[in-house]
């Protein structure tokens, strides 16, 4: 029995908040390093004192930390969003490649990570529309999932970038491999913003197809089902 529509507005809103404030935290950081980098050269040259240094040091671990606490909401928050997404086309009766749990776990098994996630979230995008296309046959499908071809390309990217600074870093033994390990980071939120911003368009996407399909039959929508997992 094909079961009820569950709202997944909530849910979208909240990843979206959490990548909005990891952005900021990539820009801020951007921000750090460049004159954390100024005050290493500096500091060669008797402008800025040790105890500078160590401050900045202080300041760097502290924003690694929020850096880290963000991320781990948003791995929640993105996990809640792309399993009811993904969820829903099963309860309205798509024959869908993976069950629920299958294709969240897409997400951490070592090697199928790699490409799994890519798959289902084709899935959800072009599906949502192969659903909507049944209540409004004027619809024009979208098969074209570059983009989320780009997205997956740049969140790899991103953990290969960031791996190789933290083992610059860890390796600095001298202001210049210090600088340049800052370099790598700068690069490696460089990255992040462009993943994070594909990642947002994503979201949108799906979350505006989603909200069509809610409004194109309304009993699709059982209000008191929002929230439920």
């Known amino acids: 029995m094909m079961e009820a529509l569950r709202d997944n507005t909530d849910r979208s809103k909240h990843i979206l908040i959490i990548f909005a404030i990891l952005a900021f935290i990539d820009v801020s950081q ?9 005050v290493l050269n500096g500091y060669e040259n008797g402008e800025y004192s040790i105890e500078l240094i160590e401050s900045l040091d202080i300041v760097s671990v502290v924003i690694g930390l929020l850096q880290s606490v963000c991320i781990i909401f948003a791995i929640v928050f993105f996990i809640r969003w792309f399993r009811r997404a993904y969820g829903n086309l099963i309860r309205l009766g798509v024959s869908m490649e993976y069950n629920e749990n299958i294709a969240v776990w897409g997400y951490f098994i070592p090697f199928i990570n790699w490409v799994r996630p890519i798959k289902t979230m084709k899935e959800i995008y072009t599906k949502t529309q192969d659903t909507l296309k049944n209540y409004d046959t004027s619809l024009i499908v979208d098969n074209n999932t570059g983009f989320i071809v780009l997205w997956w390309v740049f969140y790899i990217g991103n953990g290969v970038v960031s791996n190789y600074a933290a083992k610059r870093l860890n390796r600095a033994e001298t202001i210049e491999a210090f600088v340049e390990a800052n370099n790598a980071y700068i690069i490696s939120d460089l990255v992040d913003l462009a993943s994070i911003t594909l990642a947002i368009v994503v979201i949108q996407k799906i979350a505006k197809l ?13 209000i008191d089902q929002i929230g439920m997992a």
């Open 30 to 38: 951007i921000g750090f390093h460049l004159y954390q980098n100024n």
């Open 210 to 222: 989603e909200l069509s399909l809610k409004n194109a039959d309304k009993s699709l929508s059982v």
